[in-house]
């Protein structure tokens, strides 16, 4: 079973609104952790915010909020007030487990964004 | 402050050649991530150090590929006799890890064999 799945290979969504990026994960282990990273198309990976599963809260930066809803295992991004600079390539991933080895990450395969005016 | 740095940015080399890519990872940093990421795979992880072991190297696809950190700071990952398949780009990442589980990327090394 795929540990990260995004089922949107691309979205559109118009200057200034708002859009969800869909994630959902599977895993056993308690402890974990999900992020989300953006890929213009320069092709570096930008980190854009970060949930763990102890987190009360759901995680924002900015324009950025993750929407974490544990008991369906999703790990949605929403950003707010899109931007034409937006547009890029969007990776859900995961860390699990404790400890040093469960820090490598576990990517999904992309939401493509295109914010148009 | 500077962020992770990879070179070179681009290697085109022929088929049966050996490689050197070199990361440069965050100052302090002293988690440091191999990842590739090509057409038919992905993302995927090859290998973590902690300072200067590896107690993670399962993603590693073969025996041909090696890589090793000194200092506590700049990594490098050796191909031996590249193939076509080895074709991607491979993206470094550091981290604060324990402090912090965020992982800052590198822009990569496009490598691509002929």
């Known amino acids: 079973a795929q540990k990260i799945t995004q089922t949107q290979p691309g979205m559109f969504v118009q200057e200034k609104e708002a859009v969800t990026l869909d994630c959902t994960y599977d895993t056993s282990d308690p402890s974990y952790g999900l992020f989300w990273y953006k890929q213009p198309s320069s092709g570096e990976m930008i980190f854009l915010i970060y949930q763990g599963s102890y987190d009360q809260q759901n995680a924002t930066e900015g324009r950025y909020s993750l929407n974490f809803q544990k008991a369906r295992k999703s790990a949605n991004l929403v950003i707010s007030a899109s931007q034409l600079g937006d547009s890029a390539m969007y990776f859900c991933?995961?860390?699990?487990?404790?400890?040093?080895?469960?820090?490598?990450?576990?990517f999904g395969t992309g939401t493509r964004l295109q914010v148009t005016l | 402050g500077a962020g992770v740095s990879q070179s070179p940015s681009n290697k085109v080399t022929e088929k049966g050649k050996d490689v050197e890519l070199r990361c440069d990872p965050i100052?302090?940093?002293?988690?440091l991530y191999w990842y590739r990421q090509s057409l038919g795979q992905g993302l995927e992880f090859l290998i973590y150090?902690?300072?200067?072991?590896?107690?993670?190297k399962s993603g590693l696809p073969s025996d041909r590929f090696s890589a090793e950190r000194t200092g506590g700071s700049v990594s490098t990952l050796t191909i031996q006799r590249t193939q076509q398949e080895d074709s991607a780009v491979y993206l470094c990442a550091s981290s604060s890890y324990p402090i912090s589980y965020e992982q800052y990327f590198g822009p990569g090394t496009r490598l691509t064999v002929t």
């Open positions: 991933a995961m860390r699990e487990g404790r400890g040093g080895t469960a820090s490598k990450l576990t």
């Open positions: 150090f902690q300072g200067n072991s590896a107690p993670d």
């Open positions: 100052s302090g940093h002293t988690a």
